[in-house]
């Protein structure tokens, strides 16, 4: 054969491989540099990219809304380029660039068509992960920083209640600011102390997905590194917790810790949360009372959970509480119809698949289980064809069981419920 058509299939081969399910390449050049990883989906036509950080608003050491204040130093007050013109480029090439600054991590996102996305990917890392301030600028980023509605209002209540009843740590009370004009205070110093320890190269993760030249990006981000080491530690509470906290109306939160070490874990993991969404509505329909349940799984740098909710009481005044409960006993010893197993399976895979061929989606996958690989994984989807009734109850009886659980009970009435044996209960 030829030297040319052995290069062109060559060439084919990559491509093909480059596009195999759930694929993700993992890779590091050194301690010193940022992780990365790539899922490349060629002919999907987009990318996505996102800088995260092992950093948030609990980890500011008393200086609240510091991290959110050198993201936007990193785009307003940096030496590597004008923000305004960064904008127009964007807005030309209908790119979008978000910032996000969460409990524990935080990080930029950037999404745009594939003959764009490249260059604007340079151009980002560039000023993320190796950032100078410009003093002249400073006060200007921190005034934008005031005027930044995410800085007073977090999205992630939840998260930061349970953060906050299943450790001990006071960072974890740390609330976000209540003036905003604090920020203002912030030295040069300040940031770019921040800058050169939680959010420098060795702290980051680049997580890239869909139509990209993945060259191109890993030159990039091998030639930025060092900073400080800033890990987050996992969490390991006290269970089981039961609690009361005031709220203006009744919901019910049920959590559950759980292990995702591996590809097994993560199916059954993905399969349990559809299984109990479908059992819960199923139960309150054929009651024929109001409801509005969910199941996930909640992926923190912290903790992983299964978490279900629903309001814990029907406008006929029926406790919804117990029933979910029940529910969830029944997942956990098995009492589990071969259909309604087949069923949710089903749901899981079907939704991956789709989800597979969007960069958007796979990019928000990866950047929500950085600490957990098997999350989302080529092994995934054998993981789930293996995954049996006796499996999934083998993996998640360890799990759901009474003695790991979390219920918190939204309610406007503060009494305490009552306790039980090994059962924390408190009025806040």
Same mark, same amino acid.
């Given at each position: 054969?030829? %030297?040319?058509?052995?290069?062109?299939?060559?060439?084919?081969?990559?491509?093909?491989?480059?596009?195999?399910?759930?694929?993700?390449?993992?890779?590091?050049?050194?301690?010193?540099?940022?992780?990365?990883?790539? %899922?490349?989906?060629?002919?999907?036509?987009?990318?996505?990219?996102?800088?995260?950080?092992?950093?948030?608003?609990?980890?500011?050491?008393?200086?609240?809304?510091?991290?959110?204040?050198?993201?936007?130093? !990193?785009?307003?007050?940096?030496?590597?380029?004008?923000?305004?013109?960064?904008?127009?480029?964007?807005?030309?090439?209908?790119?979008?660039?978000?910032? &996000?600054?969460?409990?524990?991590?935080?990080?930029?996102?950037?999404?745009?068509?594939?003959?764009?996305?490249?260059?604007?990917?340079?151009?980002?890392? &560039?000023?993320?992960?190796?950032?100078?301030?410009?003093?002249?600028?400073?006060?200007?980023?921190?005034?934008?920083?005031?005027?930044?509605?995410?800085?007073?209002?977090?999205?992630?209540?939840?998260?930061?209640?349970?953060?906050?009843?299943?450790?001990?740590?006071?960072?974890?009370?740390?609330?976000?600011?209540?003036?905003?004009?604090?920020?203002?205070?912030?030295?040069?110093?300040?940031?770019?102390?921040?800058?050169?320890?939680?959010?420098?190269?060795?702290?980051?993760?680049?997580?890239?997905?869909?139509?990209?030249?993945?060259?191109?990006?890993?030159?990039?981000?091998?030639?930025?590194?060092?900073?400080?080491?800033?890990?987050?530690?996992?969490?390991?509470?006290?269970?089981?917790?039961?609690?009361?906290?005031?709220?203006?109306? @009744?919901?019910?939160?049920?959590?559950?810790?759980?292990?995702?070490?591996? %590809?097994?874990?993560?199916?059954?993991?993905?399969? #349990?949360?559809?299984?109990?969404?479908?059992?819960?509505?199923?139960?309150?329909?054929?009651?024929?009372?109001?409801?509005?349940?969910?199941?996930?799984?909640?992926?923190?740098?912290? !903790? @992983?959970?299964?978490?279900? &909710?629903?309001?814990?009481? +029907?406008?006929?005044?029926?406790?919804?509480?117990?029933?979910?409960?029940?529910?969830?006993?029944?997942?956990?010893?098995?009492?589990?119809?071969?259909?309604?197993?087949?069923?949710?399976?089903?749901?899981?895979?079907?939704?991956?698949?789709?989800? +597979?061929?969007?960069?958007?989606?796979?990019?928000?996958?990866?950047?929500?289980?950085?600490?957990?690989?098997?999350?989302?994984?080529?092994?995934?989807?054998?993981?789930?064809?293996?995954?049996?009734?006796?499996?999934?109850?083998? &993996? #998640?009886?360890?799990?759901?069981?009474?003695?790991?659980?979390?219920?918190?009970?939204?309610?406007?009435? #503060?009494?305490?419920?009552?306790?039980?044996?090994?059962?924390?209960?408190?009025?806040?």
């Amino acid at each position: 054969m030829k %030297a040319w058509a052995w290069g062109w299939l060559l060439l084919w081969a990559w491509s093909a491989a480059s596009a195999a399910p759930f694929e993700v390449r993992r890779s590091r050049e050194s301690p010193e540099h940022a992780r990365l990883v790539l %899922a490349p989906r060629p002919g999907t036509g987009r990318a996505t990219l996102h800088v995260l950080f092992s950093v948030g608003r609990f980890d500011e050491g008393g200086m609240v809304g510091l991290t959110r204040a050198s993201q936007h130093v !990193m785009l307003e007050a940096n030496k590597r380029g004008r923000y305004e013109d960064l904008v127009r480029e964007l807005f030309g090439a209908n790119a979008s660039l978000t910032l &996000t600054t969460g409990l524990r991590q935080s990080g930029f996102t950037l999404s745009a068509p594939r003959e764009d996305f490249d260059r604007l990917a340079q151009r980002v890392l &560039t000023w993320v992960l190796s950032p100078q301030v410009d003093g002249a600028r400073l006060e200007a980023a921190l005034e934008r920083t005031g005027q930044d509605p995410s800085l007073t209002v977090a999205d992630d209540f939840l998260e930061s209640v349970l953060a906050q009843v299943l450790s001990p740590e006071p960072r974890f009370k740390a609330p976000v600011p209540r003036n905003a004009q604090a920020v203002l205070s912030f030295s040069d110093h300040d940031v770019a102390a921040h800058l050169s320890g939680p959010l420098s190269p060795r702290n980051a993760v680049v997580i890239a997905a869909g139509d990209f030249d993945a060259e191109a990006l890993r030159r990039t981000v091998a030639r930025h590194k060092g900073g400080t080491p800033s890990a987050v530690t996992r969490l390991s509470p006290q269970l089981p917790v039961t609690l009361k906290l005031p709220a203006v109306s @009744d919901i019910n939160v049920l959590a559950y810790p759980i292990e995702l070490g591996d %590809a097994r874990q993560a199916a059954a993991a993905r399969v #349990v949360g559809v299984l109990l969404g479908q059992r819960l509505e199923q139960r309150f329909r054929r009651l024929g009372v109001g409801y509005a349940q969910e199941a996930s799984v909640l992926l923190t740098p912290w !903790m @992983d959970q299964l978490v279900l &909710t629903l309001p814990a009481r +029907d406008p006929s005044a029926l406790d919804l509480g117990p029933f979910m409960l029940e529910e969830v006993g029944a997942v956990r010893e098995g009492r589990v119809s071969a259909e309604e197993f087949a069923q949710a399976r089903a749901q899981v895979l079907a939704r991956l698949r789709t989800d +597979d061929r969007s960069p958007t989606e796979v990019g928000l996958a990866l950047a929500a289980s950085v600490h957990a690989p098997a999350w989302y994984s080529p092994e995934l989807e054998s993981a789930l064809a293996s995954l049996t009734p006796e499996s999934l109850t083998q &993996t #998640v009886r360890g799990w759901l069981g009474e003695e790991r659980r979390v219920h918190l009970l939204f309610t406007p009435s #503060v009494v305490p419920l009552r306790s039980t044996a090994g059962t924390r209960t408190r009025r806040r």
